[in-house]
């Protein structure tokens, strides 16, 4: 078997006497699609920012194609390529959509080049008619797709996805299903969602956090059919 | 009109006026008024340097005039020991920009919160006052420049055309070059606002974390601003120390970093226009308060107006409660209006570009 693109070692964060992630090992191979899951609190956006340089781990490490990148910038760590879509859309408010794209696709390319590029990520994310328009005054969806466009016009290897489908209607829903589907045919993604509608449209292998540990990790028809998963986390949904 | 013609006429409209300006000013007024209006030009450069640190990098740095008064006294010292002026101007840049390299390196790469920024920096130009002003004694010299201490350094010889020690400035002169070094200053921050460094220090205001998580490293790119400002802050500290042939501590004190903080706010932050016409109407007013002295009357009106400072921060109060974002943008977005409605909805409010201003 190949050599995982993304791997953690016994990784650890404690905040003060909080653990709030506890001896993780993670593995993600060429390519994957992974679903994370878990309650609230059970550590998934810590764990994300470990992985992007946002935090420094308190124990452990994190390889990304064998290099050990847990004491790296954040900034190194996206050269390196691995991009992030945060919870909560974390975008230049200040600045038109244009621009927005602008500032991700200047970091790889230059001049027309970057004009192109941005012009193609616009129609990718259907913002070619809201390019001129400040990113603050769009909608909490639209602000999505803006910051899922800056993701992808730096090209990364790996993308995280932190609650894609979040605050989205329907049938914005559907289509972040589609386009995570397509991201996936040429990378690697590890998602972290509640809406399991939205996951079995996405996801083959879920793995499930609870209290900043892995639970358990199984394809997603058996994790909906395993009891300990209902009882920490979907007991709810999977009632409904 | 769209967004960019729209700038593209005001960049033609600041050439022309300022072109005007200086060809004309010199021919209409008398030398007195001409030598009011060059210092004028020299602290709107000053107002410039602060334009770009903290409307444009969002640095906020509250001693400005430490680099300021640096660069006056590193030209005053280098003057007196040098006697040919290219050499003293070329320090009086080089010196505040390796000062502000230096602290900024501190600061930024020791990820110094925002607040405390403001806190240091404005430590830093209080100990410098403190410092030069405790110099007063003869035992304090740098080669054959007297530090002088609260007393200043008197008598500062003024420039000279590059390499001949014989062709000193005069007084229009300067005017001269206090324009079109301030105009030279605009139209160069302009170009660099409009390049790639500029959008990304402006995208780095806007969201420092986003920048980062695209590969920027926003220390380097808040280093870089910061000493540019540094360096152009040095650059009108060396044309100050010429204008009055005089530098003294009090332009590393409190009053004075103050100042410059007011123009950019009076005139808008995130333009390059807004602090110049809040340097230069702010200062203008400091020069119209101050003729208006009282006679020793009784005028409680006139003693109030009389009193600059009690002006300055009602002026001061008044912005950041009612004009927050600064005379200019706000001209700006009542003029956008205005066309918005004069166009029936046709047009949308563009966006302000990152070049603009």
């Given at each position: 078997?190949?050599?995982?693109?993304?791997?953690?070692?016994?990784?650890?964060?404690?905040?003060?006497?909080?653990?709030a992630v506890?001896?993780?090992?993670?593995?993600?191979?060429?390519?994957?699609?992974?679903?994370?899951?878990?309650?609230?609190?059970?550590?998934?956006?810590?764990f994300?920012?470990?992985?992007?340089?946002?935090?420094?781990?308190?124990?452990?490490?994190?390889?990304?194609?064998?290099?050990?990148?847990?004491?790296?910038?954040?900034?190194?760590?996206?050269?390196?390529?691995?991009?992030?879509?945060?919870?909560?859309?974390?975008?230049?408010?200040?600045?038109?959509?244009?621009?927005?794209?602008?500032?991700?696709?200047?970091?790889?390319?230059?001049?027309?080049?970057?004009?192109?590029?941005?012009?193609?990520?616009?129609?990718r994310?259907?913002?070619?008619?809201?390019?001129?328009?400040?990113?603050?005054?769009?909608?909490?969806?639209?602000?999505?797709?803006?910051?899922?466009?800056?993701?992808?016009?730096?090209?990364?290897?790996?993308?995280?996805?932190?609650?894609?489908?979040?605050?989205?209607?329907?049938?914005?829903?559907?289509?972040?299903?589609?386009?995570?589907?397509?991201?996936n045919?040429?990378?690697?993604?590890?998602?972290?969602?509640?809406?399991?509608?939205?996951i079995?449209?996405?996801?083959?292998?879920?793995?499930?956090?609870?209290?900043?540990?892995?639970?358990?990790e199984?394809?997603?028809?058996?994790?909906?059919?395993?009891p300990?998963?209902?009882?920490?986390?979907?007991?709810?949904?999977?009632?409904? | 009109?769209?967004?960019?013609?729209?700038?593209l006429?005001?960049?033609?409209?600041?050439?022309?006026?300022?072109?005007a300006?200086l060809?004309?000013?010199?021919?209409?007024?008398?030398?007195?008024?001409?030598?009011?209006?060059?210092?004028?030009?020299?602290?709107?450069?000053?107002?410039?340097?602060?334009?770009?640190?903290?409307?444009?990098?969002?640095?906020?740095?509250?001693?400005?005039?430490?680099?300021?008064?640096?660069?006056?006294?590193?030209?005053a010292?280098?003057?007196?020991?040098?006697?040919?002026?290219?050499?003293?101007?070329?320090?009086?840049?080089?010196?505040?920009?390796?000062?502000?390299?230096?602290?900024?390196?501190?600061?930024?790469?020791?990820?110094?919160?925002?607040?405390?920024?403001?806190?240091?920096?404005?430590?830093?130009?209080?100990?410098?006052?403190?410092?030069?002003?405790?110099?007063?004694?003869?035992?304090?010299?740098?080669?054959?420049?007297r530090?002088?201490?609260?007393?200043?350094?008197?008598?500062?010889?003024?420039?000279?055309?590059?390499?001949?020690?014989?062709?000193?400035?005069?007084?229009?002169?300067?005017?001269?070059?206090?324009?079109?070094?301030?105009?030279?200053?605009?139209?160069?921050?302009?170009?660099?606002?409009?390049?790639?460094?500029?959008?990304?220090?402006?995208?780095?205001?806007?969201?420092e974390?986003?920048?980062?998580?695209?590969?920027?490293?926003?220390r380097?790119?808040?280093l870089?601003?910061?000493t540019?400002?540094g360096?152009?802050?040095?650059?009108?500290?060396?044309?100050?120390?010429?204008?009055?042939?005089?530098?003294?501590?009090?332009?590393?004190?409190?009053?004075?970093?103050?100042?410059?903080?007011?123009?950019?706010?009076?005139?808008?932050?995130?333009?390059?226009?807004?602090?110049?016409?809040?340097?230069?109407?702010?200062?203008?007013?400091?020069?119209?308060?101050?003729?208006?002295?009282?006679?020793?009357?009784?005028?409680?009106?006139?003693?109030?107006?009389?009193?600059?400072?009690?002006?300055?921060?009602i002026?001061?109060?008044?912005f950041?409660?009612?004009?927050?974002?600064?005379?200019?943008?706000?001209?700006?977005?009542?003029?956008?209006?205005?066309?918005?409605s004069?166009?029936?909805?046709?047009?949308?409010?563009?966006?302000?570009?990152?070049?603009?201003?």
């Amino acid at each position: 078997m190949a050599a995982p693109l993304l791997q953690t070692q016994d990784l650890s964060m404690h905040f003060g006497g909080v653990r709030a992630v506890r001896h993780v090992n993670f593995s993600l191979a060429e390519g994957e699609l992974r679903c994370l899951i878990g309650p609230n609190g059970a550590g998934k956006s810590t764990f994300f920012k470990m992985l992007t340089g946002q935090l420094e781990p308190t124990h452990g490490q994190v390889l990304f194609r064998g290099k050990d990148i847990s004491h790296a910038h954040a900034h190194d760590i996206a050269r390196l390529g691995i991009g992030i879509k945060t919870q909560v859309p974390s975008v230049f408010d200040g600045l038109s959509v244009r621009e927005n794209i602008w500032l991700a696709a200047n970091r790889l390319h230059a001049g027309d080049k970057t004009r192109r590029v941005v012009d193609e990520m616009l129609t990718r994310v259907g913002l070619t008619e809201a390019a001129d328009r400040l990113v603050g005054q769009l909608a909490h969806g639209q602000r999505q797709w803006v910051e899922l466009g800056l993701v992808l016009a730096t090209d990364p290897e790996l993308i995280l996805l932190d609650e894609p489908a979040a605050g989205m209607t329907h049938e914005e829903v559907n289509k972040t299903a589609e386009l995570v589907r397509e991201i996936n045919r040429t990378k690697a993604l590890i998602v972290v969602e509640h809406d399991m509608q939205f996951i079995r449209m996405i996801a083959k292998q879920v793995t499930v956090f609870n209290q900043g540990s892995v639970l358990v990790e199984d394809t997603v028809d058996n994790i909906m059919r395993n009891p300990q998963v209902r009882d920490v986390y979907l007991g709810k949904q999977a009632a409904a | 009109m769209n967004a960019r013609s729209l700038n593209l006429v005001g960049l033609g409209l600041v050439g022309v006026v300022g072109v005007a300006f200086l060809v004309l000013v010199p021919r209409v007024v008398e030398l007195d008024v001409v030598l009011e209006l060059t210092v004028y030009m020299i602290m709107a450069i000053l107002a410039l340097s602060l334009a770009l640190v903290w409307g444009y990098g969002g640095i906020l740095c509250f001693g400005q005039s430490a680099f300021f008064g640096l660069g006056a006294y590193t030209y005053a010292i280098a003057m007196f020991n040098i006697g040919e002026s290219t050499v003293p101007l070329l320090l009086a840049v080089i010196v505040p920009a390796a000062f502000a390299a230096l602290l900024g390196y501190f600061m930024f790469y020791g990820r110094i919160s925002d607040v405390y920024l403001g806190v240091i920096t404005l430590t830093v130009t209080l100990i410098l006052f403190n410092s030069i002003n405790s110099t007063a004694g003869p035992e304090f010299h740098i080669g054959s420049a007297r530090l002088g201490g609260f007393n200043g350094i008197p008598g500062i010889p003024p420039l000279n055309f590059p390499g001949n020690k014989a062709a000193p400035i005069d007084l229009e002169g300067m005017f001269y070059l206090a324009t079109a070094a301030l105009l030279a200053t605009y139209f160069g921050l302009r170009l660099l606002l409009a390049s790639r460094f500029g959008r990304i220090i402006v995208g780095i205001r806007e969201n420092e974390r986003r920048a980062e998580l695209l590969g920027y490293d926003p220390r380097a790119y808040k280093l870089a601003t910061f000493t540019i400002g540094g360096a152009l802050a040095g650059f009108a500290g060396c044309l100050f120390a010429n204008w009055g042939n005089f530098v003294s501590p009090t332009i590393f004190g409190l009053a004075q970093s103050a100042q410059i903080i007011i123009w950019v706010i009076v005139g808008g932050r995130g333009t390059l226009i807004g602090p110049i016409v809040g340097c230069i109407g702010i200062q203008w007013l400091t020069t119209a308060l101050g003729a208006n002295q009282p006679s020793g009357g009784s005028d409680l009106w006139a003693k109030i107006f009389a009193n600059a400072p009690l002006i300055f921060g009602i002026i001061l109060i008044a912005f950041v409660l009612l004009v927050p974002k600064g005379l200019v943008p706000t001209l700006g977005d009542i003029g956008q209006s205005l066309l918005a409605s004069r166009g029936k909805g046709a047009k949308r409010l563009q966006p302000k570009r990152a070049e603009e201003g």
